[in-house]
């Protein structure tokens, strides 16, 4: 599914209007009569409903709902923000049907402060119609006011039409405060605001509904971001075939766990082999392999040269090249810490290594200090940074990230020729060409220490099957989600790493029964 700007849909909606012929009056009835939906759906009786509504066409569908509520035995009071000349004509269109049915639209909502307020606190449902993706700067003090309202007087439920009224739809910035919605119900596709912060945590849960917009309008001009499904890999998701063996699914080698971490190398190695990767090495400092070896027995460990503190000499990168033809995928960074000649270290390792490379942790933090680092890489490359490792690389600060994550992991992708996986609640996934995704998997049980050690293998194992960076990352970032929502059996405190990676193969035969039935 598409994920679309303000821009984007307004492009979408003028496509169906002009170019295929939908008269704009239809989308705009089918958008409102799935707000009323929802609401009748959701809601065990009818009740007093108060719909808010400015005077564009997110206005516009609050009059449809306002009918199709008052149909269903609602009893509605329409409170119109602005005046009645500045309707659009086709929010005027059901303006005039509302008030030719009798429903009460109170004009002036702005100047009646008192007994907005009361209203707003007896209603049993709100509809947020003030506001929609035609929002310009910051919202102005009179709808300010209004949306203040709402959050402080409502005790009903509220939802929002399109986007909570006050979110700017393409930044998820508040302008500076928005509509607090159980329910909000766009059209179409998704919007950007849904599923970045602070607005998403003003969306409540997010409805898409089909307002008759032909598939074709996208096709015609596609936006560039999607919500992470799999009908985009999952022809990735074949059986193995009866006469296969392990080389047929390639070698995965993780290059990390210095003194101190090296249970994170495991976790990434361990999660290489349970996505489906043939074998896998994991390659730590000299001075650590003993351990690694009485720790794991499904993974290959290899010695490198270490600097007799537990860390890798700066000089290692070199015996790489006897081996290297060996491997179809590197993960280089899970519990790699910092160490001395790591700069140059680290170019050794990319410019060897002629497979695929996801590159996370410390080998993010040390490819900030030397971004000449990617320079002479062969094969495909995924950045796998959280946000202060993002900030890193973008000599920024963490909440400069928040601000704007899916800007920043474009730009990166773009700048760096990488895929670019910007870790979070919605991870972000960037390409090269411009286009991203949005992860909708996971939980909050998952911000827990070594989960994104075991992404790293879990994309790692999947580069190393064959499959291309961009289908790995995606697919990659979505089952370890998924995985992490199987794992979580009794509170979200207490989830950890090792339990995300044994659900992956639970993940994958849900996926591929899914398969199976499409
Ligand atoms: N044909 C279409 O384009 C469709 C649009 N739909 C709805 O239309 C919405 C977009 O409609 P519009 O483009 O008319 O825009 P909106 O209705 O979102 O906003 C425009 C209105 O808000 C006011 N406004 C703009 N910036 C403001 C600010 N900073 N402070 C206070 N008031 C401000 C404008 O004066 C105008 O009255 C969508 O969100 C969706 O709900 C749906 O009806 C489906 C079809
Ligand atoms: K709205």
Redesign the pocket.
Known sequence: MYLTTAQEM?DL?RYA?ETIGIP?VV??EN?GKAVARLLTDRLPHPGDALVLA????????GFVAARHLAAAGWRVTVWLA?PEE?L?S?ARVFFRVCRNLGIPVVRDAAERREELSRRIAEADAIVDAL??????????PR?LELIRLVNENRRGAVVA???PSGADTDTGAL?PEAIRADWTVT?AYPKWCHYLRPAAEHCGEVIVAD?GIPRSAAEHRPPAARVNDPSWWREWLRPRSRWSHKGTYGHLLVVGGSRGMLGAAVLAGMAGLRIGAGLSTVAVPAGQEPILAAKVTDALVWGWPDDGEGRFAGDSARVLAERVDRFTAAAVGPGLGRFPGEGTWLRGVLETLPCPVVLDADGLNILAEHPDALRFRKGETILTPHPGEMARLAGTNTAGVESSRHVLAREWAKKTGCVVVLKGTHTIIAFPDGTQMVNPTGTPAMAKAGSGDVLSGVIGGLLARGIPAAAAAAMGVYLHGLAGELAVRTSEHSLLASEILSQLGTALSRLASDRARA
């Open positions: 307004r909606d209007i704009g989308l705009m958008a400015g005077t564009g066409n997110n206005g516009g569908d602005g500045k659009t086709d506001l929609g993706t035609g929002i310009r700067g910051e919202v102005r709808a039409v399109d986007v302008l059209f307002i």
